[in-house]
């Protein structure tokens, strides 16, 4: 039985053998004992395109040693087969690939291919080519039982798949809360308000703000409670933080001093899917207008905010 090839300067590969001829390169070498007579110890293919970048395969005879090593570990002869990215100049300067590649050899013998297929790879600037300094053994090569050099002609082949970078990104930033930002309303004819009341924009924590109170309920609890909630209104034109994390509560103020406010709020994110947040049961509306609560004087209503910011993510 043949000898595998043998890319242990790889962590992890995959050796197989398929029929189906590699996609981008089929590189015939012909009079393959002549490469070292000839003194040819590196050999470039042509360019070939895959997913938009130019690339070749290179051939060392004689196995090309890794950076780190002084010679070789078993004293064995083998072929080294790298892949590298082409035409590097043409490039934007800070380029980077991330690519999944084969490297095949035909065996005549069976009419197939030995396919070695070797994990993710990130070419770049300061390391533009990847591949296999022990390929495959010279011995195993050029021995004729194994096929894969035959009338002294061997054929190699390679199929490159960029992974392209199209995924989401984002990113957590925690932050360290020094203040709260809190501001308070002022409803004044609040029994002509109507439906709804909207307060100014205003900003904390580099977001843009609404409050927005129903004195006559929203939703299910219509005609029963006053409901509030606090908004974030710059989603779609504040790109840096697509969602943030943030401690508020609001208030209605009970204008005596010492009575008890009507008070909701949390901790919650804030994002394009939920963009608001409050309560629909706030305060009922009995209460809200009853004049000895003191929520309502001389038709004023005080409604307070705070926010804290705690997270943002880009």
């Known amino acids: 039985m043949a000898l595998l090839p043998h890319p242990a300067d790889e962590d992890e590969v995959t050796v197989e053998t398929r029929d189906l001829f590699p996609s981008h390169l089929l590189f015939k070498i012909e009079s393959f004992s002549l490469l070292s007579k000839h003194g040819i110890d590196k050999y470039e293919s042509s360019e070939f395109e895959s997913s938009d970048y130019k690339w070749k395969l290179i051939l060392y005879p004689k196995r090309r040693k890794t950076e780190t090593e002084t010679e070789t570990e078993d004293g064995t002869d083998h072929i080294s087969v790298f892949l590298a990215v082409s035409e590097t100049s043409s490039l934007p300067a800070c380029w980077e690939v991330n690519a999944v590649f084969s490297i095949f050899l035909f065996n005549h013998k069976l009419d197939n291919f030995l396919s070695v297929r070797g994990r993710v790879r990130r070419f770049h600037t300061l390391k533009?080519?990847?591949?296999?300094?022990?390929?495959?053994?010279?011995?195993?090569?050029?021995?004729?039982?194994?096929?894969?050099?035959?009338?002294?002609?061997?054929?190699?082949?390679?199929?490159?798949?960029?992974?392209?970078?199209?995924?989401?990104?984002?990113?957590?930033?925690?932050?360290?809360?020094?203040?709260?930002?809190?501001r308070e309303f002022k409803i004044s004819k609040f029994s002509g308000v109507g439906d709804i009341w909207d307060s100014e924009e205003f900003e904390a924590g580099d977001h843009k703000w609404k409050l927005s109170m129903y004195p006559k309920g929203n939703g299910e609890e219509k005609g029963r409670s006053v409901s509030v909630f606090l908004q974030r209104i710059d989603l779609e034109r504040h790109s840096s933080c697509k969602k943030i994390k943030a401690d508020f509560y609001v208030r209605i103020k009970n204008q005596p001093i010492d009575g008890e406010h009507c008070k909701n709020g949390g901790s919650s994110w804030f994002s394009t899917f939920r963009v608001s947040l409050g309560c629909s049961r706030f305060i009922s509306m009995v209460d809200m207008n009853d004049p000895k609560k003191g929520f309502v004087v001389k038709d004023c209503c005080i409604i307070e905010v705070k926010i804290s910011i705690q997270a943002g993510v880009r």
């Open 128 to 182: 533009p080519e990847w591949g296999f300094s022990k390929f495959i053994q010279m011995e195993t090569l050029t021995n004729p039982s194994n096929g894969y050099l035959v009338d002294d002609t061997c054929v190699f082949g390679a199929e490159v798949f960029v992974i392209k970078n199209k995924g989401t990104k984002e990113c957590l930033s925690l932050l360290k809360v020094t203040d709260s930002f809190k």
